[in-house]
């Protein structure tokens, strides 16, 4: 079943995803800028400090080969593709090398075009080299490296993280889809549980003269309007902080006073009704307690079968209704006093009146249990 979400929803939703998304941009965003400033500090200084390495083992080489009066064989140093070198004299003139540029000799490292040049002048005017000049070649191309792999590796984790997003937002969505449901379902079935005792109310009323047949049908449906009625107040519009009348209550009178609205419903369909009730007083407001024996009289009727029958005991402080009608999957057992949950679709309902029962055991301390076999029947037992 497709749900499409309200326009309030939609919004939710849309903020929810721009702002995970947005925070997780602005993040990453941060978080790759100060990466990208850490490297190339690092690649910058890894750059000068090899540089002036190279250098210093360059000035060494030139002051042994002056101080020993050997030759310096410096075509070697030009053969590299990671620096490209030049000596000068002292008039900044070049005696050899191949870089060809020139430069403002009064600094010691400058940024010409895509490299740097570190000027040395280490070399002290032996062998007539003042300044040696050296360009690397790598430094420019491993920061545009290091700029590809920052956004290859944002794009890929930003991916990543719009995914878990997406994934996270189905999971925010997918309760909002299920209560959508089970409302969406349980107006459906309060719309069918109503019409049925109306429409037996219109047609029953539709002559002039009612026979006893009509009138009592017209009794039997406007009680249950009335018990669809207090079921869904209960629920939805009971004032919880209203102070309700608890009195010691006479369970087996009330019992026998509320089993006469249900002989015309039982004998319907041809159903026995027998009681073994001993005398037994609980304090307990009586609405509440008449509520949570009729809603469960009212399914043990309603999910038998013809000509089936009920045991109601009420011994030992307690209260014990068995049927021999369609019974319960085991597995759903455990389901049934959740709002909503129809265990069987066989019969009208919408879920909610053995929510109220177990609301209101709890209310008082009414252990309840309950016992079902599949086509056997079902027992509920209420111990106070």
Known sequence: MVIDLTNSEKTTFIRFLTLYLGSSFILMILVAFLYYQNERTLYFDLTKSNMQNVATKISSQIIFSHMSNTPFDNSKLLETNDYKISFYNAKKEKIFGNLNDTFDFSEDLIQHEKHFVLIDKSALGHLGVYYIAIEENLYFEKIEKLIIDIIFFFILIYSIISLIGFYLAKLFLKPIKEERKRINTFIKDTTHELNTPISAILMSTESE??????????RLSARRV??????LTYIFLANNQTEKIINELS?????????????????????????NLENFNYKINKDDFIRVFNNLISNAIKYNRMGGKIDILLENKTLIIKDNGIGIEEKK??????R????TSEQGGFGIGLNIVNKICKDYNIEITVESKLNEGTTFSLSF
């Not at 026979?211 to 049908?217: V, Y």
Request: no cysteine.
């Open 251 to 275: 369970l087996d009178n009330t019992i026998k006073e509320q089993l006469k609205y249900f002989e015309p419903l039982a004998s319907k369909k041809r159903i026995i009704i027998n009681t």
């Open 209 to 218: 003269n009612l026979t006893p047949k009509q009138i009592e049908r017209v």
């Open 226 to 231: 009335s018990e669809i009625y207090k079921d």
């Open 340 to 343: 909503y949950y129809r265990a």
């Open 333 to 338: 057992i455990k389901d049934i006093f959740n």
